[in-house]
């Protein structure tokens, strides 16, 4: 490929929010690397995603010490992509990364304790070549390590230099307020949650979204699509290359019931009126207008320019009228696809 020149126009469109009470701004759609950007997939088509998501002002890159597969190969292959194209743009990019799921055997691979968060923080800066990341979260709460613990790992990743801002994904609405107590306290504020959010998995409509807010804290919601249910991908059946037809490990299969599918060609009907997809609405629909409870960004993955570009669209649909919001709540209702909810409802 060419050398790589970001467009100039890059921000003359793109709509972003500030984090909470700080002052770190994110794009309303933001690149999560979760999937498609591991070992298994052509280093060029992630270099060619990353490069177009760029030039459409998407700037924040959201990563993990075990995405892949293998875990951390998201990691290098991003870095490599990195320091080949955006070298030069390092300081306008927002870059993420979070430890707390397991990474390999044995007690310290695993958890929130200080031990693992702050080794799996230094490879994950040696795995992209960086000194730092902008912001570095503790993945899941974990009811085996004392909260203080894990958050003192966090406010030592900031005072140290490796990363310029803490953040949490998962926690309960009382464990992020405990959470942001103790980070106050050391002198390092939370300034982001970063839940799974959806259509059919609204859970953080149950507090966490007042809570943020209330702790000056932004909302970055990931799975908007719901691990690609909310795609017209599964009205007619399990195409064989999908997540659940390549029986990837964030899927179950019984979010593929009768009575979830209905829900989702009831949701696709109304999109369908809207001039939109599937997909573009449920974007939409999580960062639709809620006060100051409204998501700063939602995450979402693209295995190809095409997908980023129809993601991105949902950016420039209108807003919902309150017709449109009744009709989609009859549809849009908890389904079982929070995949998470076992290490949100632990107590750490």
Request: glycine content about 8%.
């Amino acid at each position: 490929m060419d050398p790589y020149v970001a467009h100039e126009d890059r921000y003359e469109t793109t709509e972003y929010r500030r984090s909470g009470k700080s002052g770190l701004h994110l794009p309303r759609v933001s690149l999560g690397l979760w999937q498609n950007f591991g070992g298994d997939r052509s280093i060029e088509s992630q270099r060619t995603i990353l490069r177009r998501a760029f030039d459409l002002g998407v700037f924040h890159f959201d990563l993990a010490n075990n995405y892949g597969p293998p875990p951390g190969s998201a990691e290098e292959n991003f870095g490599r992509i990195l320091a080949e194209d955006f070298a030069r743009y390092r300081e306008e990019m927002v870059i993420t990364t979070k430890a707390g799921y397991v990474m390999g055997k044995g007690p310290h691979l695993n958890g929130g304790s200080r031990k693992y968060l702050l080794s799996s923080l230094d490879n994950s800066l040696r795995r992209m070549g960086l000194d730092h990341v902008d912001i570095f979260y503790s993945h899941r709460p974990d009811p085996d390590t004392p909260l203080e613990e894990t958050m003192t790992a966090l406010h030592h990743a900031v005072t140290s230099g490796r990363a310029l801002y803490a953040g949490i994904s998962s926690y309960s609405p009382a464990a992020t307020r405990e959470a942001a107590r103790i980070m106050r306290e050391l002198g390092t504020p939370l300034i982001v949650h970063q839940p799974s959010y959806s259509m059919l998995n609204r859970w953080v409509e149950d507090g966490l979204l007042e809570t943020a807010a209330d702790e000056g804290m932004g909302t970055v919601a990931f799975s908007p699509l719901a691990q690609g249910l909310l795609t017209s991908k599964y009205l007619d059946g399990v195409p064989a290359d999908s997540r659940a037809g390549t029986g990837r490990p964030s899927w179950r299969e019984n979010m593929l019931a009768p009575e979830v599918l209905e829900r989702v060609r009831g949701l696709n009907a109304i999109a369908e009126e809207r001039g939109q997809t599937l997909a573009q609405m449920a974007v939409s629909w999580v960062l639709r207008d809620r006060g100051e409870q409204t998501v700063t960004t939602a995450l979402v993955g693209a295995s190809s320019v095409g997908q980023l570009e129809q993601n991105l669209a949902a950016l420039d649909a209108p807003g919902f009228t309150d017709e449109e919001l009744r009709r989609i709540d009859e549809y849009a209702v908890d389904s079982d696809v929070n995949i998470w909810a076992w290490a949100t409802n632990t107590r750490p």
